[in-house]
């Protein structure tokens, strides 16, 4: 079932919206197709959906409209934090805390994995805020390499 969004109130991010389907609670989470002319926004599903995941679908569409999306992987991000870190001063360095902290909270990585297949980030925000090992600069550069 083909559904068309017209008269958009900014540019739709497409792979947001693949993602947000897949963590909703719509009960078809098939999409076969997506795709933005620059005017028409389509979409296309396995089957008709129900009201409500019409209107789910609505709202993903409006949330997604104008958005950053990531597409870096959990590899690359946790790339990123390591070779951003400060190897340089008395020990423990900038990065020997970063490995301190994922070898004593793995959680963390599950975090990242969590919000790359989903794009909510706030949980591994969090564990970077509330971490005790990390000094107020270590956590500033892992924020600014997270996404918001």
């Known amino acids: 079932m083909e559904y068309f969004y017209n008269n958009l109130s900014g540019v739709p991010t497409l792979a947001k ?3 947000d389907v897949k963590g909703s609670e719509m009960t078809d989470k098939n999409i076969d197709s997506c795709s933005f002319d620059g005017s028409q926004l389509k979409i296309i599903f396995d089957n008709e959906l129900s009201a ?15 958005q950053p999306y990531i597409t870096k992987s959990k590899i690359e991000i946790l790339d990123e934090i390591f070779s951003s870190a400060s190897t340089e001063g008395d020990p423990p ?3 020997d805390r970063f490995i301190s902290v994922l070898n004593s909270n793995p959680i963390f990585i599950v975090a990242i994995e969590s919000a790359v ?15 005790g090992t990390l000094t107020a600069d270590d956590k500033t550069l892992m924020l600014g390499i997270l996404p918001e």
């Open 117 to 131: 297949e989903s794009g909510q980030w706030a949980f591994a925000r969090g564990l970077i805020q509330s971490d």
């Open 17 to 19: 919206i693949h993602v």
């Open 52 to 66: 409500g995941d019409k209107t789910l679908l609505d709202t993903i569409v409006d949330n997604s409209l104008d």
């Open 93 to 95: 360095t900038q990065q």
